[in-house]
């Protein structure tokens, strides 16, 4: 099974300063298509997991551009330019290459200073 | 809309059953892969179980498998898990989440939309 690890695990931020999440998977995460199936899913507190990005960099409708990703192979990066107080919550990655297991990080707590 | 409405969640003592359902409305359900997907209190994400559009392929988690049973019915537009030899473990939010169109879609559509959730608590 495919480990994916995250870090950190939690993550103080300033209102307005910017934040970045690290994504490792213990095999690359390239698929026989090319393609790199790597999801960012946010869970707000109460809230079910809401995919923001999808194949490392897409974001999903309705995302802010804020968030972005990034990274390639087994190295993977999330990032939110400036963050704001709707931003707060769990945030994981999920290898969707190596199936099955479907595999998650082990999250990232985003919490306001 | 779009949506994905769980139930059947409840308290159940070790040893139980239980069986979860999911309604989808909004989008093709016979065109879409599904997944179950667990998270225990306080803890992470956890992927269960799959199954195919016509039900031909079904994969679990190691976790699950053996006590744990995924079915569909395409005419209700409906996802189901039915679960037992329930242990203290399986105590979590279940999710269920879609997985991708076959006939348009592709692997980076996968688990784009999720219900709400529904808990299973398994305690004496």
């Known amino acids: 099974d495919v480990v994916m690890t995250q870090s950190p695990r939690s993550l103080p931020v300033n209102l307005g300063q910017p934040a970045s999440i690290s994504c490792t998977s213990s095999q690359s995460l390239v698929y026989s298509d090319g393609n790199t199936y790597l999801n960012w899913f946010q869970q707000r507190p109460g809230q079910p997991p809401r995919r923001l990005i999808y194949k490392v960099s897409n974001r999903d409708s309705g995302v802010p551009d804020r968030f972005s990703g990034s990274g390639s192979g087994t190295d993977f990066t999330l990032k939110i330019s400036r963050v704001e107080a709707e931003d707060v919550g769990v945030y994981y990655c999920m290898q969707g290459t190596h199936w099955p297991p479907w595999t998650f990080g082990q999250g990232t707590k985003v919490e306001i200073k | 809309e779009v949506q994905l409405v769980e139930s059947g969640g409840a308290l159940v003592q070790p040893g139980g059953s239980l069986r979860l359902s999911c309604v989808a409305s909004?989008?093709?359900?016979?065109?879409?892969?599904m997944n179950w997907v667990r998270q225990a209190p306080g803890k992470g994400l956890e992927w269960v179980s799959y199954?195919?559009?016509?039900?031909?392929?079904?994969y679990y988690a190691d976790s699950v498998k053996g006590r744990f049973i995924i079915s569909r019915d395409n005419a209700k537009k409906s996802l189901h898990l039915q679960m037992n030899s329930l242990r203290a473990e399986d105590t979590a939010v279940y999710y269920c989440?879609?997985?991708?169109?076959?006939?348009?879609?592709?692997?980076?559509?996968?688990?784009?939309?999720w219900g709400q959730g529904t808990m299973v608590a398994v305690s004496s």
């Open positions: 909004g989008f093709i359900f016979s065109s879409y892969s």
């Open positions: 989440a879609r997985y991708y169109d076959i006939l348009t879609g592709s692997l980076g559509d996968a688990f784009d939309i």
């Open positions: 199954i195919s559009t016509s039900s031909g392929t079904i």
